[in-house]
């Protein structure tokens, strides 16, 4: 599938970074349209593309880095760059020699500052442009909104027409299918989790081997799959050691990698001197939910009545759509969790500068105010920081429950602002 079928709002900040700096790296999971929106900007640009799939230009990239980078056109693109570290300080070398803006356009389907191999950065040469799968409104064509309104708390409630869905079951459909654009256009639910089965083993043969030394590679998928089962959940590497006869601190090993290669993360907790007895331990998400669903064996039938599961995966599948709009958001956002020992909870906190909103999550299609008892108790606790609470909900109105308080449908999401 070709992603350009797709406009990917993160196009115009990797045009903006060419004209003034001399690399960028695109990285994000394999598959997710790295390749195609590389190479769709640099077709048009006159960009020189090489893969390091290609067993020879892999080679001759490590067996002589620099002679390597010394050969190539001005402006090249570097695809799958995590399986060359060597490349780097070549690329550093050449750079300081000629900073002209977009010499190179590198992807990675690993977080590559992370490698040990890395001797020395880009710091100040690189631009980082994290690409995720496909968001739903990316797929829908229309504007990303929720951000902006939630920060200035403003829904526009005077002129809703309220036109938003009820998505019933098919939610469900929505969160198993996932924003892999090779997954999404396939035409039944099994040929999806085919893909996805064969996506976990490509990954796990190629890539993981190319970062890290791992003896027991058949113990991934089995983690994989737990880990799909505790996402949205208190990360705890003792639930997640205990199923095999390896040591947590192993555990942890290899869920950095699987980290390290974007299919899961951590969501850390947030902290406020002026709420006690909180709960500083990270959340996990899986980082696409049609994955999780693949992993886990689980259809959209069977997981709308699963209704656990889908409360997990939900929230999931909203913090993941939310990070998407994050990254083509104009102002630097952070993510964060927050509980306390008396259970009460806002499942995702985000932050823009010195303000700060609130997102619950609940799959139901009826709101009422005890869902906003964890944004209450933020909203106290941070006075004039406190931008806006909102409970993602499944119904077609966007409703006030106090100030600066909204219920918002999950559509609103999926579709866009159908309001303008």
């Known amino acids: 599938m070709d992603t350009l079928l797709y406009h990917r709002f993160t196009e115009e900040r990797l045009r903006e970074s060419l004209h003034d700096t001399p690399v960028i790296l695109i990285h994000g999971a394999r598959q997710c349209g790295k390749t195609t929106l590389a190479q769709a900007i640099g077709s048009e640009l006159g960009y020189h593309y090489i893969t390091f799939d290609d067993t020879n230009q892999l080679q001759a990239a490590k067996t002589d880095p620099i002679g390597f980078v010394q050969s190539l056109p001005e402006h090249s693109i570097l695809d799958e760059i995590q399986r060359v570290p060597e490349l780097f300080t070549a690329i ?7 900073r002209k803006p977009g010499r190179f356009i590198l992807t990675g389907s690993a977080n590559v500052l992370l490698l040990p191999q890395l001797s020395d950065s880009l710091a100040g040469r690189m631009e980082i442009i994290h690409l995720r799968p496909l968001a739903q409104i990316e797929i829908a064509q229309q504007k990303p909104t929720f951000l902006q309104n939630m920060f200035n708390a403003d829904f526009g409630l005077s002129s809703n ?3 938003y869905i009820r998505l019933g079951e098919s939610l469900a459909d929505v969160i198993t299918k996932g924003g ?3 997954a999404i256009v396939r035409a039944t639910e099994k040929r999806r989790s085919a893909w996805y089965k064969d996506y976990i083993s490509t990954i796990i043969q190629r890539d993981v081997q190319d970062i890290a030394s791992i003896r027991n590679l058949d113990i991934l998928p089995k983690l994989l799959s737990l880990a799909a089962s505790q996402t949205a959940r208190l990360f705890n590497s003792a639930d997640l050691a205990s199923p095999f006869s390896l040591s947590r601190p192993t555990i942890r090993e290899y869920l950095a990698v699987l980290e390290q290669i974007f299919l899961i993360e951590q969501l850390q907790p947030w902290h406020n001197n002026l709420l ?3 709960i500083k331990t990270p959340k996990m998400h899986m980082t696409d939910t049609g994955l999780a669903c693949a992993l886990l064996g689980v259809n959209s039938n069977a997981l709308w009545q699963d209704k656990i599961l889908l409360g997990q995966l939900l929230e999931t599948f909203i913090y993941q759509e939310l990070r998407k709009h994050a990254d083509w958001h104009d102002e630097d956002i952070k993510f964060f969790h927050f509980r306390n020992k008396d259970k009460v909870e806002v499942d995702i906190i985000i932050e823009q500068g010195r303000r700060l909103a609130g997102i619950e999550i609940k799959a139901a299609a009826t709101v009422t105010q005890a869902d906003f008892k964890g944004l209450n108790k933020l909203k106290d606790a941070c ?10 909900y499944d119904g077609e109105n966007i409703l006030p429950f106090g100030e600066k308080l909204f219920a918002v449908p999950i559509s609103y999401l999926t579709q866009g602002n159908r309001n303008g």
Do not use: T
Not at 92 to 98: F, L, P, V
């Open 276 to 278: 006690s007895r909180l």
């Open 92 to 98: 550093k070398a050449s750079i300081d020699q000629n």
């Open 180 to 182: 892999y654009p090779a």
């Open 383 to 392: 006075g004039g920081q406190f931008a806006a609470g909102v409970v993602f």
């Open 161 to 163: 027409k309220n036109n």
